[in-house]
């Protein structure tokens, strides 16, 4: 198997955001079926399952890094598939990657749907795990209506429970973190405090908030279930969202995704509860120090990437957006970037200094030349970037 599949692909939706570029997929596919899964756009269709290639690449990789005295990007565990879905009771091969970053010292960030986590055997090693800060437990929710949930996610667990989920994983001392996504317009809107609400009951730390995206054909199934149609009556107004795995794709316009998130946050800070976005770039309403909620790992056992967020609170702090080497010049050794991207594995490497080169383009190129009283540039596709850089 190939080792750069635990990097995720480059892209500029990806790129100058996320930090969290390092994942393992346990399965190749998902019996949740849910009708929202972007994973679609991205399985290579039904070739069979490939756990035993996983699992010893994934092994392969850890050693590299240990025999090479690298600290890794915290892995996400995963990112196309739920890990815990049932084939995961038999299989047992996302239990088998817990074990090898609970050995090799390696940060994981879990995002799943499933109740699985409470067994027995799984508690265990999540306890051991967070006994060395290297674990994040992420659980996604759209919306808390067991009706809306059957039709949205007919094979996943109900809502409730995922929160309870959460409310005894937070017991554990576990950290929390709630996804609240995909934000689906006519829908989350209308659940907002009420999710809020149970987020902070069940013990959560921290809310992600990731709008809905999805093919234009396709979001008459959306409008069919919401609660508020309006949206969908002006579509217009939604904004392309594609990269080139993907077919064209929607999701809501940047005035109305401020106007919901905003909202979410507001709730979150009445609850004492961190807040960010994922991949929206909208710096300005987030309150925690990172968007994955990294910041509640041991931070002895990870790097970071550098991503527009410090971009954001460099400009905060000088009033002007750096160029990418001015950057990095200011951030601590726990940051990892140019020469010291070198030094990783050749199959990492590659897509990281992609990644990198990535957000260097869009410092040097689209964000610098900006003048920081009057930001407007008509040429700028990501409208996001220059609004959420408030150049």
């Not at 084939?87 to 994981?108: A, F, G, H, T, W």
């Not at 979410?264 to 991949?279: H, L, P, Q, R, S």
């Not at 869009?362 to 407007?376: K, Q, T, W």
Request: aromatic fraction near 12%; charge should be positive; charged fraction near 25%.
């Amino acid at each position: 198997m190939d080792l750069g599949l635990f990097v995720v692909n480059p892209s500029i939706r990806v790129s100058p955001y996320c930090y969290s570029i390092f994942r393992v997929e346990s399965y190749s596919s998902c019996e949740y079926e849910c009708v929202y899964c972007f994973g679609r756009w991205y399985r290579k269709g039904e070739q069979g399952e490939r756990w035993h290639d996983v699992l010893w690449s994934f092994k392969r990789l850890l050693r590299l890094l240990k025999n090479a005295n690298l600290k890794s990007i915290p892995f996400r565990l995963s990112t196309l598939v739920d890990p815990f879905q049932p084939r995961e009771e038999k299989l047992r091969i996302s239990m088998k990657i817990m074990k090898l970053c609970l050995k090799y010292d390696v940060p994981l960030i879990i995002n799943t749907k499933s109740t699985m986590l409470l067994s027995s055997e799984y508690l265990a090693i999540l306890r051991c795990l967070n006994a060395e800060g290297l674990v994040i437990a992420q659980i996604s929710i759209s919306t808390a209506s067991r009706g809306l949930a059957q039709s949205l996610e007919p094979k996943a667990p109900a809502p409730e429970a995922r929160f309870d989920v959460a409310r005894k994983l937070s017991e554990e001392g576990i950290p929390v973190v709630i996804r609240f996504q995909p934000f689906i317009p006519g829908i989350s809107d209308h659940e907002i405090e009420g999710i809020i609400e149970k987020a902070y009951s069940s013990g959560v730390k921290h809310v992600i908030v990731e709008s809905l995206r999805d093919e234009a054909e396709r979001l008459g199934f959306y409008r069919g279930l919401a609660y508020d149609q309006t949206i969908y009556e002006h579509m217009n107004e939604w904004e392309p969202y594609s990269s080139a795995e993907e077919p064209r794709v929607l999701r809501p316009s940047e005035q109305w995704r401020r106007s919901v998130y905003l909202r979410v946050k507001k709730f979150c800070d009445k609850y004492g509860i961190k807040f960010a976005t994922c991949k929206e770039g909208l710096y300005d309403y987030h309150t925690a120090d990172d968007c994955c909620g990294m910041y509640m790992l041991n931070g002895e056992k990870y790097v970071l990437r550098p991503t527009l967020f410090e971009a954001w609170k460099y400009y905060k702090r000088r009033g002007y957006v750096p160029k990418f080497d001015e950057l990095v010049k200011e951030l601590p050794n726990t940051y990892l970037s140019g020469d010291a991207v070198g030094r990783y594995p050749k199959p990492l490497r590659k897509k990281m200094a992609s990644h990198e080169k990535i957000l260097i383009k869009v410092l040097n190129e689209r964000v610098v030349n900006l003048n920081p009283v009057n930001c407007y540039d008509p040429t700028l596709n990501d409208l996001s970037l220059h609004n959420n850089l408030k150049l």
